[in-house]
């Protein structure tokens, strides 16, 4: 965990949310440029794998505590890093919504897998849901499985 002053954890907050990216992203990033690290396309796979299973775990932490706000958002977040770490891969960057639906939307179509778009659907109502807060319970307790079998199948293509 890193303590930031308020000014700065606001503005990665806000910077998060307007570009689509992670807060650990943006941090990730600024770290390599100021060490002038490079981000390579094996380190940025690890990178985006380590926060999906991160999401996930916080996705069925707050689930059990009933917080089906975050739970949302997280397991939403576990679906997009692991997209990204499939784009990562092919040494693709996918800096926003439009460009992690197109990613699915093709890959889906590659693959001739029609489930795949339905459990990335899935995955975007939760997403939707942590800001409108309009889902059941218990269908974001289902919506949270899809995940689960979404993120499994990106992983197998790894």
Do not use: C
């Not at 907050?13 to 002038?36: D, F, M, P, Q, R």
């Not at 997209?83 to 990613?103: G, M, N, T, Y």
């Amino acid at each position: 965990m890193i303590v930031l002053p308020k000014k700065i954890g606001k503005r990665l907050k806000e910077e998060s949310e307007k570009t689509g990216v992670s807060e650990e992203e943006l941090i990730l990033e600024a770290l390599s440029k100021t060490l002038n690290e490079p981000l390579d396309p094996e380190t940025k796979v690890e990178i985006h794998l380590k926060l999906s299973e991160k999401y996930m775990k916080d996705a069925e932490n707050l689930l059990a505590e009933k917080d089906y706000i975050q739970a949302s958002e997280k397991a939403w977040g576990a679906a997009a890093q692991i997209v990204k770490a499939l784009a990562a891969k092919e040494d693709k960057e996918l800096r926003s919504h439009v460009s992690i639906w197109q990613f699915v939307d093709e890959l889906a179509e590659k693959l001739q897998e029609i489930e795949l778009r339905r459990l990335w659907s899935r995955a975007n109502s939760l997403h939707q849901n942590f800001y409108e807060n309009w889902m059941p319970p218990r269908d974001v307790t289902y919506a949270i499985e899809d995940v689960k079998k979404f993120v499994e199948r990106i992983r197998k293509l790894l």
